[in-house]
Every structure is written in C-alpha cells, then in structure tokens.
C-alpha cells in the first residue's frame, strides 16, 4: 500500500558526499519507522539506518559518525546523507517503511564511490 521512490543515487569520489531522498505516497507521520539498507554486488543485505517516529535512529557500526538518516514530514520525505564515503560504500541503497505490521521497499538507487 505504500510506495516509497528513492533518488540521488551516483558515481561520486572517496571522501565525497551524497544525500539520498526517498518519498513516501502516505504521509510520513503515519509510518511507524523508516530506513535505509545497502546491499553490494555478492554480499548480503545490511542495515545502514533506521529512524523512528519520535525521531529516533540506529546505525550501522561501518557508518557511525559519517551518515545522517533524517525525516521531513511535510514533504513525505526520509533522506540519507553521506559524507566521507569509501569504496566499500559502493552498493545499492533502498528504502524501507513500516506501516500497519508490514514492511514496503523502493527500487533503490546506486551508489558507486570510486577515484
């Protein structure tokens, strides 16, 4: 029932930044929690960041200190922000909600980090 669109993902260099967007078609303050996972080539899905309604986060031991999850209610929007990325950041980041006990996922967006 809900779909969630994710953007900004690209090629960008190490030490670079990125900020990553994903819209929802419900109204955010609706969703329960919200997050983002990566998944690289050959390796398995792992959580990056969640955050909750009362604007709590978690995240990844591997992105502590240099990505920021946050949520804009008004615009129906998460974001991902992603400063001094490295190659092992390379993957394709999706978006997930939960909403009524049940889980809904983006189409994820690439991110590749390379010089």
């Known amino acids: 029932q809900v779909q969630l669109v994710e953007s900004g993902g690209d090629l960008v260099q190490p030490g670079g930044s990125l900020r990553l967007s994903c819209v929802a078609s419900e109204s955010i303050f609706r969703i329960n929690a919200m997050g983002w996972y990566r998944q690289a080539i050959g390796k398995q899905r792992e959580l990056v960041a969640l955050i909750g309604s009362g604007r709590s986060t978690n995240y990844a031991d591997s992105v502590k200190g240099r990505f920021t999850i946050t949520r804009d209610n008004a615009k129906n929007t998460v974001y991902l922000q992603m400063n001094s990325l490295k190659p092992e950041d390379t993957a394709v980041y999706s978006c997930?909600?939960?909403?009524?006990?049940?889980?809904?996922w983006g189409q994820g967006t690439q991110v590749t980090v390379s010089s």
């Open positions: 997930n909600a939960l909403y009524s006990g049940r889980l809904y």
